[in-house]
């Protein structure tokens, strides 16, 4: 890549710039992150952040890993917020990359406030959330004039690993066409059954997206009443994203990466029957 | 910026790629993007795309303006998409820029089925967009442990330019604590009305951005009641995000924007009293 002609802000030592990594794609890294990896001495990441993302580091960066997943005990959030300020105050240029959207379902606003309470001082590096960047990658647009005027983003599960307290399923059913949920596969059949307990319609379609924007990205096709049952038949794992709602129909259409290995796109996809991949 | 360590595809001859500029600010384009820009043989781009931007472009590639605003005839949807097709028929490269995310309230979907319609090969590449970047830099997080674990974005303005027909007010006010709205500016007294009638508290904070990511963002911290006349008083004008819910109220601890400005942060932001711009 050549020299911008742009002048973006310098991650200083002794700041904090809280990144989105965004879904995976190395090309879906922002100017900014980029020049962030760049310049930090110290990388803190999550999980899913790709490795060719953290490549981009300084060879002689300190790379942390402050993952949630795996067999190993994992840090708590004020175990990952400490060292961000010791890191800080050692007069380090500390760079906490997140998968995503730091601020979507990303527990970056809490980061901050620690940052805050600590005096540190800090920048927030906004990442194309793997909800807008998965789909996209699917074919599936999270908005379409004929579909949908709204859009709702959900977490499949709260502080306790488990679905959400508190969420109203009913108005969520009937407010939004569209749903996409994050970190779903674990309590799918509990959001499925609700949202059709709800009203939702059991021949409605769902996508699933496994890894997106990854060389590992699966996208399974079903409908509510059956989505379930076929991602366990398929083996589909976490991380992934459940679209819910006529926007999935557009994948017959928008399917991009499937039309670079083949795929014929129909002009007119909400006009064609819904697609059930036989699982 | 150095040579990236990375292999990104190319924008190849007879191909358009469907690309998200962002909220604004240059630093949040991806390095797809800003790739695409630099290979581009044409650039068609909208109102919203910052001009930093399109400096991006090769000196020699043609830009060529397909707004919606301002006092010129506006070109139609239909001859936007006719412009990409023949464009991509002439063997240009075609880099088709679009504010914020191309598939969120951007009508990528459309202009991506005229191509397959065609049979013009493309490629989308997501943007970060509008609604959680400019929150970001208003330094409002879409989503907080504390108080959300649902976010719902609505356009504020539908096919006619009208608030959408067929919004489902009450679901819209009962089903998520936070929600954004884009393009609000025009309709937000009735945007702020219906969700009082669905039961939203008027004492309910609200922020509106506009020009957000820009040198020109402006914020405004209102009430639900009160927002109306706040931002007519105030003089803001469109493009502007309205942000609903007690997200909002996290500003006091996460507007490193501010900060960087001289605004002391709290790092109890919850906490605090709903604050009020005087205008």
Redo the contacts between chains.
């Keep these: 890549?050549?020299?911008?002609?742009?002048t973006?802000?310098d991650l200083e030592p002794g700041w904090v710039w809280l990144v989105g990594a965004?879904p995976g794609?190395?090309?879906?890294?922002?100017?900014?992150a980029?020049?962030g990896l760049?310049q930090a001495d110290i990388v803190v990441y999550d999980a899913l952040v790709d490795p060719?993302i953290l490549?981009?580091a300084r060879p002689d960066a300190l790379r942390e890993y402050a993952g949630k997943r795996g067999g190993k005990p994992s840090p708590t959030q004020p175990d990952i917020s400490a060292r961000l300020v010791r890191h800080a105050r050692a007069g380090k240029r500390v760079l906490r990359l997140k998968g995503g959207?730091?601020?979507?379902?990303?527990?970056?606003?809490?980061e901050?406030?620690?940052l805050?309470?600590s005096g540190v001082?800090?920048?927030?590096?906004?990442?194309?959330?793997s909800s807008?960047?998965g789909?996209?990658?699917a074919?599936i647009?999270?908005?379409?004039?004929e579909t949908n005027?709204?859009?709702?983003?959900?977490?499949g599960h709260?502080?306790t690993g488990e679905v959400?307290d508190?969420?109203?399923w009913?108005?969520?059913?009937?407010?939004?066409p569209a749903l996409v949920f994050y970190m779903a596969i674990k309590h799918l059949g509990t959001i499925a059954e609700r949202l059709l307990a709800a009203g939702r319609r059991s021949e409605e379609p769902v996508a699933v997206i496994s890894r997106a924007t990854t060389e590992q990205q699966r996208v399974l096709e079903s409908t509510l009443g059956s989505v379930a049952v076929d991602v366990a038949n398929a083996g589909i794992e976490p991380p992934a994203l459940v679209a819910v709602g006529e926007i999935v129909r557009?994948r017959a259409?928008?399917d991009?990466l499937g039309?670079l290995a083949g795929r014929k796109?129909?002009?007119?996809?909400l006009a064609s029957k819904i697609h059930r991949d036989a699982v």
């Design positions: 890549m050549d020299k911008l002609p742009l973006l802000p965004g794609d190395p090309g879906l890294l922002t100017l900014l980029h020049q760049h060719r490549d981009l959207d730091p601020f979507v379902f990303g527990r970056g606003g809490e901050a406030l620690a805050v309470a001082p800090f920048r927030v590096v906004p990442g194309i959330t807008i960047g789909l996209a990658y074919g647009p999270v908005t379409h004039r005027h709204v859009v709702t983003f959900v977490t709260g502080v959400p508190g969420l109203d009913t108005s969520l059913a009937r407010g939004s557009l259409g928008l991009w039309a796109l129909t002009a007119d996809p």
